[in-house]
């Protein structure tokens, strides 16, 4: 029962992420946060996506990577030069993902931000 006890603290942690308060960056990008970090994609338009949204105060472009539990990226999305938010649809390939956690990478400008959502069906 402690085993299970930690790994729901872990969970919790690694959900809570690092969209706290004050936006993350440097020079000019700052990352504000995710919305959305228990995704349902059964296509009744709720939490189906992720959302990441971000200060691009330069103009920058980057990339959005999306790896599972075992490190394996599944998805890549591109940022274009300018763009402000980014999303995630729970697809790799085209095909829905199943159930669990999943890490999400954001580069842009030399700043890396990292954290963890779920699926969930």
Known sequence: MAAL??????????????SGAAPIGVRGF??????NRLITPNGDGLNDKAF??????????????????????VASIDIPAGA???????????????????????MVEQVKVSGALAVIR
């Open 5 to 18: 006890s930690r790994l729901s603290l872990l969970l919790m942690s690694l959900l809570a992420g690092l």
């Open 30 to 35: 700052s990352f504000i946060g995710v919305r």
């Open 52 to 73: 990441f949204t971000f200060d691009n105060a330069q103009d920058a472009a980057g990339s959005l990577k999306i790896y599972d539990a075992r490190g394996h990226q």
């Open 84 to 106: 402000t938010s980014a999303s995630w649809d729970a697809r790799a390939g085209g095909q829905q993902v199943s159930s669990g956690i999943y890490i999400y990478v954001i």
